[in-house]
């Protein structure tokens, strides 16, 4: 059994700046990828930014340069680090771990940004 659970979300300012965690117990052998998506009511689960176990990095388009994605696979941990936010990026973002043939994901978090 693989239990995800994130923390850091909340409310903040526009251009503003807030760090999403997310720690993995459980039985896990090999983490391939590690990332978080977000979702917002209506509309599907996208791709925030995911980290592979060989430190690759990809970003969605509409967060590059402004979201930094950090992990370290003996700690089973995986961080964003969401900086100059907009509205725009409000959402429920879920971090979420593909370990062996298998994706997990975490409960969610609300991030919410508005003055």
């Known amino acids: 059994q693989v239990r995800l659970v994130e923390s850091g979300g909340g409310l903040v300012q526009p251009g503003g700046s807030l760090r999403l965690s997310c720690a993995a117990s459980?039985?896990?052998?090999?983490?391939?990828?590690m990332g978080w998506y977000r979702q917002v009511p209506g509309k599907e689960r996208e791709l925030v930014a995911e980290i592979t176990s060989g430190l690759t990095s990809n970003y969605a388009d509409s967060v590059k340069g402004r979201f930094t994605i950090s992990s370290d696979n003996a700690k089973k941990t995986v961080n964003l680090q969401m900086n100059s936010l907009k509205p725009e990026d409000t959402a429920v973002y879920y971090c979420?771990?593909?370990?062996?043939?298998?994706?997990?994901w975490g409960q969610g978090t609300q991030v919410t940004v508005s003055s």
């Open positions: 459980g039985s896990i052998l090999s983490i391939r990828t």
């Open positions: 979420t771990f593909i370990i062996g043939l298998g994706r997990y």
